[in-house]
């Protein structure tokens, strides 16, 4: 069995003490640094300089990003919307169709327009996929000869 003197033992815990509050103090010390340096740069947005500049910098991304006017984008999408309502089915594989994002397996491009979105229909009562769908924006119906049932 080992002893510890009890002045050592004091000694320690005198130590520790002293160790934990000198990091209690540090902690709080740079949570007051921290709330200053937020109010700070708060005032600063909400100042005249402040609000320029970052109105600015927004600005300049955003003009940036833009390849196409949203203007143009409309005038683009009320030229296609149901212009193929009427028009004979196109047949296409869906595993040769461009994919709307990376986050859908079904969602596809249309075909016809090429800025419109076929969606992949499921049967209301089986929940299988249909291999027949319509384009969201040209109207365009497209029959997908690799998945799905025939819609009845």
């Known amino acids: 069995m080992v002893t510890v003197d009890p002045a050592v033992f004091g000694v320690v815990a005198v130590f520790g003490g002293m160790i934990g509050f000198l990091l209690g103090r540090a902690a709080r010390k740079m949570e007051e640094e921290c ?3 937020d109010k700070k740069t708060r ?3 909400m100042s005249k300089e402040g609000y320029e500049e970052y109105s ?3 600005h300049d991304l955003m003009e940036s990003a833009k390849a196409v006017t949203v203007e143009e984008d409309y005038r683009k999408a009320d030229e296609l919307t149901a212009i193929n309502r009427d028009a004979a089915p196109i047949r296409v594989r869906h595993a040769d169709l ?3 994002s990376d986050n859908s397996e079904f969602r596809s491009d249309c075909p016809a ?3 419109g979105v076929l969606c992949v229909q499921r ?5 299988e996929l249909l291999s027949e769908d319509r384009c ?3 109207a365009q119906r497209v029959i997908l000869e690799d998945i799905g049932v025939q819609a009845t």
Do not use: G, M, N
């Open 123 to 127: 049967d209301p009562e089986t929940h």
């Open 35 to 37: 709330k200053e340096r």
């Open 113 to 115: 327009c090429k800025i």
């Open 43 to 45: 005032a600063w947005y």
């Open 136 to 138: 969201l924006l040209c």
């Open 98 to 100: 461009e994919k709307c």
């Open 56 to 58: 600015s910098i927004l």
